[in-house]
Each structure stands twice: as C-alpha cells, then as structure tokens.
C-alpha cells in the first residue's frame, strides 16, 4: 500500500511538471505569435504607406500635367479671342455707335 502511494505521489509530481512545462511552452508559443503579429503589422504598414506615397506622388504629377494642359489651352483661347476682337473691334464699335445713334 505504502509503495502504491508512493508511486501515486511520483506519478502527481510528474503531472505537476508536464503542466509547468507545458504552461511554460504555450507562453512562449503566446509570445512568439504576438512577436510574428507586431512584426507582421509593422511591415504591412510600412509597405501600405510606401504604397500611398507612391499613388499621392502620381496623382500629384497626375494634376500638375493636367494643370499645365488647362492653363495652355486657356491662353489659346484668350491669344485667340484677343485676335478675333482685333479683327473686329472697328466693326463692333461702329455697330454700337450706329444703334445708339438710332436710338
């Protein structure tokens, strides 16, 4: 009975430190995966940021073409309408001095 007990005891001691080891084990497990998570999280936004700072550079030279395509076009047409008025101001203004004339 007594070499029974005994080897009951043992057998406790050993459960006692499989759980130890295996309480030990998953912390390190818990702590591995929250490393691998933080350093995961790190690189996806550090890519994502590289990633819109690229989109921002394009859409900024995106605008800044456009820009320059309407301001271009805008000054054709105004060379063009000050060339049109110069052509006809006489008659313009002869056609307005005629109607006022007349009343």
Do not use: P
């Amino acid at each position: 009975m007594e070499e029974t007990l005994k080897r009951l005891f043992q057998i406790e001691e050993a459960s006692g430190r499989i759980m130890e080891r295996a309480e030990l084990q998953k912390e390190a497990c818990r702590k591995e995966y929250e490393e691998k998570t933080a350093a995961f999280d790190e690189q996806m936004q550090r890519e994502t940021e590289e990633h819109l700072a690229g989109l921002r550079a394009q859409l900024k030279a995106e605008r800044e073409e456009k820009l320059k395509s309407l301001v271009s076009e805008t000054e054709e047409r105004e060379a063009s309408m000050r060339s049109l008025f110069g052509q006809r101001k006489d008659a313009i203004a002869a056609e307005l001095v005629k109607s006022i004339l007349e009343g």
